[in-house]
C-alpha cells in the first residue's frame, strides 16, 4: 500500500480558507497595476514624439526663413545685374553691401559674366577670385554649365571653403533681354557659411535634450546624403519633417539626444502608489486571516506544551535525589533563601533551623577564597551573568569541604527577581586532582634527569663523531689538496708531507721526510732574508705569510705562496710548525705581464694625449688666421657676392672648429680628465640665452620655437651651467637642423620629489627615427643613416658627448621618436641648490666698436699670420703693440720696457710661453697683466697656464670681440694706464 502523498505548502495554505479572500485580493490588485502602467507608457511616448516635433518645427520655420530670406536677397542682386549688365566693380560693391545688410548668413557675392569672375563683394580675402574662368576650370566647370543650361539656381553643400571653414554656395543664372529675346549674361554665386546658417536656426544651441540631422546635400531631399548631425538619428525612428527651400528640399530629423525612453519618468511614482493603494486593500484582509489561523496554532501549542512540562517535571524529581546536588533560590528583593535537604546536610546544617543567612555563608568560607567569591557573585549579581566558582568550607568540627557552585539568575511571570543554583561536594575529585598533580610532577622530574643524562650522553657521542669526522676531513683535506702542506717539528726536520708538494717540488715523502726545507727548496737565487724572517717567527711560535722564490728538484725556479702556523704545547713550547705552501709562478708572471701592459697602456695614452694636443695647435693656428681674416672682411664694405663668401668661409671655418672641439671633448671624456665645475647660476638666463642662439635660424626656416617653465622651478641653482649650455646646443640644435616645418617646444621642469632634479624635454616636428635607430643614437659617429649625414652633415659625436656630459652631471639623456613626426629628447642632470640666492652681475661682451683705455701691449707670437692678425683686431685702438717672435725676445723686451698687457703665445721657439712667464714673474718691473694665446684646448692646458703666472686664457682661433672684451677686463681689473696714448696699433 502507498504511503499518504504529503501537499506543497502553498497548496496547503490553499485549503486553509483563511487565505482566500487575501488571494483573490492580490490578483485583482495585480491586474490593475499591469493596466494602469501600459497606459501611463502609451500617454509618455506620444507626449514625447509631440515635444520633439514641436520643437523640430520650430528649427524647420527658422531655416526656411533664413534661407529664403538670403535666396529674395540674391534675386534682387540678380535683378540689379539683368538691368545693369555692364555694372562697374563699385557700383556692384554699393548694391551688394546693401543687400547684406540685416540679419543675413550670406558670406559674400560673386557675378561672372561670361562665366568669367570680374565682380566680388567684399573684396577683402576675396581678391584672388578675380579673373576665375568656369569654363577653363575643371572643378567648377560642370556646376556652372548646369546653372547655366536648366535656367534655375542651384544650391550646393556644404562645400569645403577656400577662404576657412565650409559653407552653401548659392548659383542663379542672370538673363539680360535682347532683340532676339532673354539673353544669358553669366552666373551670380553666394556663399552662405554653414555655422552662421546652423546657429540662426538653433541647430547648436543646447536644444533641451533633442539631437537633429539633416539630410538632402545639394537639396537633393532625401536622396541625398546626410551632412549634419549623427547618423543614428535617421536610424533611431526620428520625427521628419520636409524643409523646403527655393530649389529642391531638406529632410530634418530630430530625435531625444539618449534615443527614445521606453520607461516614463513617472513609472515609480505610479508604482509606488498603486503599491500604497494595493497594501491598503490587500494587508487588512491578510492580517485578518492571519491572526485567524495564529489563534488555532497557538491553542495547539499550549496544549502540547503543558504535557512536556509534566513529562519534565518528572524526569527533574527524579534526577535530583539521586545527584546528590543541593538545590537553593533566593529572593532578589529581600535576600531570603531557601535550601532542599541535600543543601542541609553538605553544610552541616539541621534542617529545623531553615537555610542559612548571606553574611554566616560568607564566615562560612575559607579565608583564601573569600574575596574571590565575594567579587565573583557581585559581579553575577549586577550582571545579571552566570555565578561559577569552586570554593572551600570551613565544617563546625574544622573540617574543610569542596564545594562547587552554579546560579543563574530569572524573572518569573509575575515580574519578581530570584536567583537559583546548585552546589555539590567535590573534595573527593579535588584530592584525586592533587595526587595526580604530585604523580606528574614526580614523573615530570624523573623524565627531565632522564633527558638530561641522554642528552649529555649523546652531546658526548656527538662530538666524538664530530671529531673524528673532523679528523678524516682534514686527513682528506690535507692528503688531496692542491697546495703543498708540510709538517715540521721544532727543529725544523720535515716529518710529514702531502702528494701536493711532491707534484709541486718533485719530492717525493721519502726524500722530504728528515730534512729541512731550506735544504730541499732553497737556492742561488732565494732571498736570505725572507728565509731569515721564516726562521725567527717559527722560533717565536707566531704565525708568519710571505713569498719565497724555491728550486724544484730538477732545478726550477718556482714561486711559492707560504703561510707558517706554528703549534706550541701546554709550555709555550713550539711542537709542530705546519707550513702550506701554493704556487703562484703563474701569478707572478701575470703580474709582470700587467705591470709591462700597464706601462704600454700609459705611454700610448700620453702618445694619444700629446697627439691630441699638437693636432689642435697645428689646426687651431692656421685657423686662427682663417676666421679671424674671414671676421675681418665681414666687417669691410663689399659686394653681396663677395660678401656671401666670406660668410661660407666663416660657417664652413666654424664646422670644421666644431669637429675639432667635438673630438676633443670625447677623448678628454673617455680618459676621465673632463671636470664638472659647480657654480651659482640663473637657471632662465641659462635657457633662454641657449634658445636665443638658434632663434634666428628658426625665424629663418619658418620654425616656431618656445621655451616654458613650469611653476616651482628654483630662480637660481649650483652646477655647471656650461656644460648644460653644451648639451642644450647640440638637442636644440639638432632639432633646428633635422625640423623642416612645425615648431620645437623646450619645457623645462623638475622631478616631483626633488626641485634640484631638472628635466628638460626638447620636441620638436622634424624627420624622427626608428625605433632600431633610437637605440644607437648615442653611440659615436652614428647618425639615423646615411641619407642623413649626405644630407644634413655632422660627425655624430655630438649625442654621444652629450650623453656622456649628463652621465658625468648625475642624470640621463633619453629619446622617444616616430619616424615622420618628430622626436623628444628628455635630458635630466642633478643640480644642488644654489649657495646664494643673489646672482652675479650679468657681463655684457663689448662689440667690435668698443674702445680700449691707451695702453702698451706685447704681442709674443712665433706665427707672422697670428701676429698679422692681432695688429689688424687692435687697429683703431688707442694701444702701442709691440711684437716678439719667441719667448725669450719678450723677456728681454720685458727687461727693458715693461708693457702693461702680454699676449703670450704657448708654443714659440728657443723659450715657450710657460717658461717665459716664469721668468717674467721673477723679474723686479711692475708686473704687466699676461693674457695666454694657445691652439691647445685642454683643461691641464689652462691649469699650466695659470699656474705659470698667467692671468687670463684665451684658446685659437681667437675672435675679435672675445680680445677686445678681455684686453677691457684686463684694463677693469687693473686700472693704471693713466697715461696719454703712446701710439695707434
Not at 576657412?164 to 542663379?172: C, E, K
Not at 536644444?207 to 546624403?225: H, K, S, V
Not at 657654480?679 to 628658426?698: I, N
Request: net charge negative; glycine share 8%; charged share 25%.
Amino acid at each position: 500500500m502507498d504511503a499518504p502523498r504529503t501537499l506543497p505548502s502553498w497548496l496547503l495554505a490553499l485549503k486553509n480558507r483563511a487565505y482566500l479572500p487575501t488571494i483573490l485580493a492580490l490578483v485583482v490588485v495585480c491586474v490593475a497595476v499591469l493596466y494602469a502602467e501600459q497606459q501611463n507608457r502609451t500617454i509618455h511616448q506620444q507626449s514625447m514624439r509631440a515635444q520633439v516635433q514641436q520643437a523640430a518645427g520650430l528649427i524647420k520655420s527658422r531655416l526656411e526663413a533664413q534661407l529664403n530670406g538670403d535666396y529674395q536677397r540674391m534675386r534682387g542682386l540678380a535683378a540689379m545685374l539683368a538691368t545693369e549688365p555692364k555694372m562697374s566693380q563699385e557700383r556692384f560693391a554699393q548694391i551688394a553691401s546693401h543687400v547684406l545688410e540685416g540679419k543675413t548668413a550670406i558670406r559674400h557675392f560673386a557675378a561672372a559674366p561670361d562665366l568669367v569672375v570680374s565682380l566680388v563683394h567684399p573684396m577683402e580675402g576675396n581678391a584672388r577670385a578675380i579673373g576665375l574662368d568656369y569654363n577653363k576650370n575643371d572643378e567648377q566647370r560642370a556646376a556652372a554649365y548646369r546653372v547655366r543650361d536648366s535656367g534655375d539656381m542651384v544650391l550646393a553643400g556644404p562645400v569645403n571653403l577656400v577662404q576657412g571653414g565650409t559653407g552653401f554656395i548659392y548659383r542663379l543664372p542672370i538673363f539680360t533681354d535682347a532683340p532676339e529675346g532673354r539673353a544669358f549674361w553669366g552666373i551670380l554665386s553666394a556663399v552662405t557659411e554653414t555655422n552662421t546658417l546652423y546657429t540662426a536656426a538653433g541647430l547648436l544651441e543646447d536644444n533641451d535634450g533633442i539631437e537633429y540631422a539633416l539630410n538632402g546635400q545639394d537639396g537633393t531631399g532625401t536622396a541625398g546624403g546626410q551632412f549634419f548631425g549623427d547618423s543614428a538619428v535617421f536610424a533611431g525612428d526620428p520625427v521628419l519633417l520636409d524643409i523646403n527651400l527655393p530649389i529642391g528640399s531638406w529632410q530634418l530629423a530630430a530625435r531625444p539626444t539618449d534615443g527614445w525612453k521606453t520607461r516614463p519618468d513617472n513609472l515609480w511614482r505610479l508604482r509606488l502608489g498603486l503599491l500604497a493603494a494595493g497594501m491598503l486593500i490587500v494587508f487588512p484582509t491578510f492580517l485578518a486571516g492571519k491572526l485567524s489561523a495564529a489563534r488555532q496554532t497557538v491553542i495547539g501549542q499550549l496544549r502540547r506544551r503543558e504535557s512536556e512540562l509534566a513529562s519534565v517535571s518528572r524526569r527533574l524529581e527524579i534526577a535530583v535525589k539521586t545527584s546528590r546536588v543541593g538545590i537553593w533560590e533566593c529572593s532578589a528583593q529581600d535576600a531570603h533563601y531557601t535550601w532542599d535537604d541535600r543543601m542541609h546536610e553538605l553544610y552541616g546544617v539541621q534542617q529545623k533551623i531553615g537555610a542559612i543567612t548571606g553574611d554566616d555563608w560568607l564566615q562560612r568560607l575559607h579565608p583564601q577564597d573569600r574575596e574571590r567569591v565575594t567579587q565573583s557573585w557581585q559581579r553575577a549579581e549586577t550582571d545579571k551573568t552566570q555565578f561559577s566558582e569552586e570554593f572551600r568550607i570551613i565544617m563546625a568540627d574544622g573540617s574543610i569541604k569542596h564545594i562547587r557552585a552554579l546560579a543563574s539568575s530569572f524573572t518569573d511571570p509575575e515580574g519578581k527577581d530570584w536567583i537559583i543554583g546548585v552546589n555539590w561536594n567535590v573534595s573527593e575529585d579535588v584530592r584525586l586532582r592533587e595526587q595526580l598533580i604530585h604523580a606528574n610532577e614526580a614523573l615530570s622530574q624523573q623524565n627531565k634527569e632522564l633527558n638530561a643524562g641522554k642528552q649529555a650522553l649523546e652531546a658526548a657521542h656527538a662530538a666524538l663523531q664530530k671529531q673524528q669526522a673532523e679528523l678524516h676531513r682534514l686527513s682528506l683535506v690535507a692528503k688531496h689538496a692542491s697546495d703543498s702542506i708540510i709538517l715540521t717539528d721544532a727543529d725544523k726536520r720535515i716529518l710529514w708531507v702531502n702528494e701536493a708538494f711532491t707534484r709541486a717540488t718533485g719530492y717525493f715523502p721519502a726524500e722530504a721526510i728528515g730534512r729541512t726545507p731550506s735544504e730541499l727548496l732553497d737556492g742561488k737565487n732565494t732571498d736570505p732574508n725572507v728565509i731569515r724572517e721564516l726562521n725567527r717567527h717559527k722560533a717565536m711560535g707566531k704565525r708568519y705569510h710571505t713569498e719565497v722564490l724555491s728550486y724544484t728538484k730538477s732545478g726550477d725556479e718556482i714561486w711559492m705562496d707560504t703561510n707558517i702556523v706554528p703549534v706550541t704545547g701546554p709550555d709555550g713550547k713550539v711542537d709542530l710548525i705546519i707550513g702550506i705552501e701554493r704556487d703562484i709562478t703563474r701569478s707572478k708572471q701575470r703580474e709582470r705581464e700587467l705591470a709591462e701592459a700597464k706601462l704600454a697602456a700609459e705611454k700610448a695614452d700620453r702618445a694619444k694625449s700629446e697627439f691630441l694636443a699638437n693636432m689642435s695647435h697645428e689646426i687651431r693656428t692656421p685657423m686662427n688666421g682663417i676666421i679671424g681674416m674671414a671676421e675681418l672682411l665681414a666687417e669691410a664694405d663689399l659686394a653681396a657676392d663677395d660678401h656671401q663668401n666670406v660668410e661660407v668661409i666663416r660657417s664652413s671655418a666654424q664646422a670644421l672648429l666644431k669637429i675639432i672641439n667635438d673630438i676633443l671633448d670625447l677623448s678628454r671624456l673617455e680618459a676621465g680628465k673632463f671636470s664638472i665645475v659647480e657654480e651659482d647660476f640663473d637657471l632662465h638666463d641659462c635657457l633662454s640665452s641657449v634658445a636665443g642662439l638658434f632663434r634666428p635660424k628658426a625665424i629663418e626656416k619658418g620654425l616656431a620655437l618656445d621655451i616654458t617653465f613650469a611653476e616651482g622651478l628654483p630662480e637660481r641653482l649650483r652646477g655647471d651651467d656650461g656644460r648644460l649650455r653644451q648639451i642644450l646646443v647640440n638637442l636644440i640644435g639638432n632639432a633646428v637642423k633635422f625640423t623642416h616645418h612645425g615648431r620645437i617646444d623646450v619645457r623645462v621642469s623638475h622631478a616631483a620629489t626633488d626641485p634640484c632634479r631638472l628635466v628638460v624635454e626638447v620636441e620638436d616636428s622634424g624627420i624622427g627615427v626608428s625605433p632600431t635607430q633610437a637605440q644607437h643614437i648615442f653611440d659615436r659617429f652614428t647618425q639615423a643613416d646615411g641619407a642623413t649625414t649626405k644630407a644634413f652633415g655632422g660627425t655624430g659625436l655630438g649625442l654621444t658627448i652629450s650623453s656622456m656630459l649628463a652621465r658625468r652631471m648625475g642624470g640621463t639623456i633619453s629619446v622617444q621618436s616616430t619616424p615622420g613626426q618628430g622626436s623628444c629628447f628628455r635630458l635630466e642632470v642633478q643640480m644642488a641648490p644654489a649657495a646664494t640666492m643673489d646672482g652675479p652681475q650679468t657681463l655684457h661682451l663689448p662689440d667690435n666698436r668698443t674702445s680700449l683705455r691707451p695702453c702698451r701691449i706685447l704681442l709674443a707670437e712665433d706665427n707672422q699670420t697670428n701676429r698679422l692678425l692681432i695688429r689688424k683686431f687692435l687697429r683703431g685702438q688707442p694701444v702701442e703693440l709691440v711684437e716678439a717672435e719667441n719667448g725669450r725676445a719678450a723677456v728681454e723686451i720685458c727687461r727693458d720696457q715693461p708693457p702693461d698687457i702680454i699676449l703670450m703665445d704657448m708654443s714659440m721657439p728657443e723659450l715657450d710661453g710657460l717658461a717665459a712667464t716664469r721668468e717674467i714673474r721673477d723679474l723686479p718691473i711692475v708686473q704687466p697683466v699676461i693674457i695666454a694665446l694657445t691652439a691647445n684646448a685642454f683643461s691641464s692646458d689652462r691649469d699650466a697656464c695659470l699656474k705659470a703666472g698667467m692671468d687670463h686664457f684665451l684658446t685659437k682661433p681667437v675672435k675679435k670681440t672675445v680680445l677686445l672684451h678681455t684686453l677691457a677686463t684686463a684694463q677693469n681689473e687693473n686700472p693704471v694706464w693713466l697715461d696719454p696714448p703712446r701710439a695707434s696699433a
